[in-house]
Antibody, heavy 121, light 106 residues
Framework: QVQLQESGPGLVKPSETLSLTCTVS?????????WGWIRQPPGKGLEWIGS???????YYNPSLKTVVAISVDTSKNQFSLKLSSVTAADTAVYYC??????????????WGKGTAVTVSS | SYELTQPPSVSVSPGQTASITCSGD??????ACWYQQKPGQSPVLVIY???KRPSGIPERFSGSNSGNTATLTISGTQAMDEADYYC?????????FGGGTKLTVL
């Protein structure tokens, strides 16, 4: 049974880089699936950030593409998110999830519990 | 960019059928999925590829997708179904979420 757990600082200063890691258990990242990040600002809806395959192939939300980097470490069975030059607008709960991806569909069937990140000085 | 539109809120009486719509240009030509999110919890996939239910999702949850509208239907709605529901599609290698619908069971 796949399980995902987000980790990282809960507080980041404006203009700095937000770094989060998602640890996968019960499944080898190298075995398949895409692995992605989604965020949810307080009281708002879901926003897709991007996703990565174990080979390093990525998809990114065009609105965040210039400030986002997602990487994978198969030796640790983890994948990571870096979001640079953060502002208060990046305050959100950040979720990691696995994704089943094909040419015509993309859905996320296992999600982590989420981690709250606040951007404030 | 592609957009999905959901009604902000839907109300239903217990035991009745709730329908939540998701509209987008030629959405019927794409696959839609749906997530349920209860307060303080992570989203849960309830429908994928328009009509399929993941293991463990009750049969009262069903989906359809045609034309410009995907619909999540909950038959015999229960109090435990009160939650936010999000539709999602995949367009030009981008994941798009609808704005979410708050389902109230009263």
């Amino acid at each position: 049974q796949v399980q995902l757990q987000e980790s990282g600082p809960g507080l980041v200063k404006p203009s700095e880089t937000l770094s989060l890691t998602c640890t996968v258990s019960g499944y080898s990242i190298s075995s398949g699936y895409y692995w992605g990040w989604i965020r949810q600002p307080p009281g708002k809806g879901l926003e897709w950030i991007g996703s990565i395959f174990h080979t390093g192939s990525t998809y990114y939300n065009p609105s965040l593409k210039t400030v986002v980097a997602i990487s994978v470490d198969t030796s640790k069975n983890q994948f990571s998110l870096k979001l640079s030059s953060v502002t208060a607008a990046d305050t959100a709960v950040y979720y990691c999830a696995n994704a089943v991806v094909d040419n015509s569909y993309y859905y996320m069937d296992v999600w982590g519990k989420g981690t709250a990140v606040t951007v404030s000085s | 960019s592609y957009e999905l539109t959901q009604p902000p809120s839907v109300s239903v009486s217990p035991g009745q059928t709730a329908s939540i719509t998701c509209s987008g240009d030629k959405l019927g030509d794409k696959y839609a999925c749906w997530y349920q999110q209860k307060p303080g919890q992570s989203p849960v996939l309830v429908i994928y590829q328009d009509i399929k239910r993941p293991s463990g999702i009750p049969e009262r949850f069903s989906g359809s997708n045609s034309g410009n509208t995907a619909t999540l239907t909950i038959s015999g709605t229960q109090a435990m179904d009160e939650a936010d529901y999000y539709c999602q599609a995949w367009d030009s290698s981008i994941v798009v979420f609808g704005g979410g619908t708050k389902l109230t069971v009263l």
